[in-house]
């Protein structure tokens, strides 16, 4: 909306942000056509339990870009939310994981295999979303109890009242909540309290220092502490070395996910098992 004249003007026309809106116009009209021509695919990256071993996997998306090759969603999910898409694109992930739980399901070697999904903010607001949930649910046949929404702590925090009725509802189906990046946002516990949620996931950046860094220590412990109190699971994500494992597991938190587990990658790359499992 260019204001007649003056410097709104001069911002308008400078080409560096032109540049920009036009980069992104076409990141968003190539999203739409790769929505069109299943250009979007799933990896998976393994969880592990100390005593259990795998315990399933958390689903990644990813754009199979036909001349850029693999895009990161750290590029295309915010241009997603912002644009919309991500409701479109949001649907087609949690069918595609849905259908890849019940492959798994008919396989004992991996029937109590979980699947975590990342849900973004405008995606768990739509007001179609539990019907969306249930509506994939019932026509893939996937077992809701091996389902996991990740939600980020902005995300829930946003309309906790909204929220809770939301993932309470999901709940009552067997789902389960894990809250992604944890440490990250500005969670209260009084909040927190209220939260039907099932696990924490401390974020990477407090496990990448974790060895050196007193801070991103006590951060940790903290957090295992916190879900210790509130009767949740923890799960660490960004586990790259055996050191920060040892490390997580001798402060309490004995579920990790990590390069050291392994990448995220197509399905049938987590049927090897995990290297860097055994302590
Ligand atoms: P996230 O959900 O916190 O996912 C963890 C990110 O850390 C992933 O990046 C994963 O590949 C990366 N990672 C895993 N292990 C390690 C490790 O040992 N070291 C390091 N340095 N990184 C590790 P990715 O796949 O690029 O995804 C980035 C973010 O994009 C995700 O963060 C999530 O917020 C979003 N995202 C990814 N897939 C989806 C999706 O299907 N839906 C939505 N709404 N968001 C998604
Ligand atoms: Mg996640
Ligand atoms: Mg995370
Ligand atoms: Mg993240």
Redesign the pocket.
């Known amino acids: 909306q260019a204001k007649g004249a003056g410097r709104n003007t001069m911002r308008f026309f400078d080409p560096r942000t032109q540049a920009a809106v036009t980069a992104r116009t076409a990141l968003e009209s190539g999203m739409r056509e790769a929505l069109r021509d299943g250009q979007f695919l799933?990896?998976y990256?393994a969880q592990i339990s100390q005593a259990r071993g795998m315990v399933g996997a958390?689903?990644?998306?990813r754009w199979q870009h036909p001349q850029r090759g693999l895009v990161?969603?750290?590029e295309f999910?915010p241009v997603a939310e912002a644009s919309g898409l991500?409701v479109p694109l949001?649907a087609w992930?949690l069918r595609t994981a849905c259908l890849q739980l019940v492959e798994w399901a008919q396989d004992p070697a991996t029937a109590h295999w979980t699947l975590a999904?990342?849900?973004?903010a405008r995606?768990f607001r739509h007001p179609h979303f539990v019907d969306e949930v249930l509506g994939v649910l019932e026509e893939t046949g996937a077992n809701p109890q091996r389902l996991k929404l990740?939600l980020t702590e902005t995300l829930l925090l946003d309309d906790v009242e909204d929220t809770i009725e939301r993932m309470t509802t999901l709940r009552a189906l067997g789902l389960g909540f894990s809250l992604?990046?944890f440490g990250t946002g500005y969670s209260s516990l009084s909040y927190l309290k209220r939260l039907p949620l099932d696990q924490l996931k401390i974020?990477?950046s407090f496990v990448?220092d974790l060895l050196t860094d007193a801070n991103d220590a006590s951060i940790a412990r903290t957090i295992v502490t916190l879900a210790q109190s509130l009767d949740l699971g923890v799960i660490a994500?960004?586990?790259?070395t055996c050191e920060q494992r040892d490390m997580l597991a001798s402060l309490g938190c004995h579920m990790w996910?990590?390069?050291?587990f392994g990448?995220?990658g197509p399905a049938s790359a987590l049927r090897e098992a995990p290297a860097g499992a055994v302590v």
């Open positions: 799933l990896h990256q958390e689903a990644l998306v990161s969603p750290a999910i991500i949001g992930i999904v990342n849900v973004s995606q990740e992604d990046d974020d990477q990448r994500e960004g586990v790259e996910q990590g390069y050291l990448r995220p």
